[in-house]
């Protein structure tokens, strides 16, 4: 499940324009998870710790380990492609959006698979 959350380091790669650093991205599992094999990924820094608990349910989970991506040939034009909804859909992601009248609520924007609505209020 991909989260969107603009309070969290976002779990889709963001360009960055005043910085050139680029953070690693990395895998946790949902331990006890109702959807089979959930998987977060997580934009964070070398430095952070590793989360113990999903920054939106609060659910456990648990870093995996993989090997490093080293693509090098990165271009503004593919990565907006591989973020448009249509791809993401199809490939099998799921969007929440941040509501911005109640910010404790995600709407399901891209995906099948999920809740319509995820509330932590």
Same mark, same amino acid.
């Given at each position: 499940?991909?989260v ?9 790669l ?5 910085q ?5 991205i990395?895998r ?5 998870s109702?959807i ?28 995996? +380990?993989?090997k490093?991506? =080293?693509?090098? @040939? ?5 990565? !907006?492609?591989? +973020?448009?909804?249509?791809? =993401?859909?199809? @490939? ?5 959006? !941040? ?8 709407t399901?924007?891209v995906?099948?698979e999920?809740?319509e609505?995820?509330?932590l209020?």
């Amino acid at each position: 499940m991909e989260v969107l959350d603009s309070n969290f380091p976002l779990v889709l790669l963001k360009r960055r324009r005043r910085q050139h650093r680029v953070m690693p991205i990395y895998r946790y599992r949902v331990i006890d998870s109702n959807i089979e094999n959930e998987i977060l990924e997580v934009e964070q820094a070398m430095h952070a710790k590793v989360l113990t608990s999903h920054p939106i349910t609060g659910e456990p989970i648990e870093r995996i +380990l993989t090997k490093p991506s =080293l693509t090098l @040939n990165h271009s503004s034009f593919k990565e !907006k492609k591989g +973020l448009e909804h249509g791809h =993401l859909s199809k @490939n099998g992601f799921t969007v929440f959006q !941040k509501d911005r009248s109640n910010p404790k609520r995600y709407t399901r924007t891209v995906g099948k698979e999920g809740p319509e609505e995820i509330n932590l209020a």
